[in-house]
């Protein structure tokens, strides 16, 4: 089992920047792949950024060039930088990670972007 703690969220006017970070704990040995999503009031929750153990990235249309998904391994940590931020950037954003097959997600951490 994976515990996922986020932190970083909070409100930012658009064109701001803020950085999530996610920390690992468990059985953080067999983790394939991390990634960050996010849920708006009134929508399901969809995909953000992912990184693999291999460090390959993919990215959600609507952020890319915008956000970097990075990883600390020292730190066990994830991290989404995210600039040029939007108001439809506002959500609640949580921390994933896969590992033998189990998903398992952080708490949520919320992202508000004031126009």
């Known amino acids: 089992q994976v515990q996922l703690v986020e932190s970083g969220g909070g409100l930012v006017q658009a064109g701001g920047s803020l950085r999530l970070s996610c920390k690992a704990s468990g059985n953080i040995f067999r983790i394939n792949s991390m990634g960050w999503y996010r849920q708006a009031p009134g929508k399901e929750r969809e995909l953000v950024a992912t990184?693999?153990?291999?460090?390959?990235?993919n990215y959600a249309v609507s952020v890319t060039g915008r956000f970097t998904i990075s990883r600390d391994n020292a730190k066990n940590t994830v991290y989404l930088q995210m600039n040029s931020l939007k108001p439809e950037d506002t959500a609640v954003y949580y921390c994933n990670a896969w590992s033998n097959g189990i998903s398992s997600w952080g708490q949520g951490t919320q992202v508000t972007v004031s126009s």
């Open positions: 990184i693999t153990s291999g460090d390959i990235t």
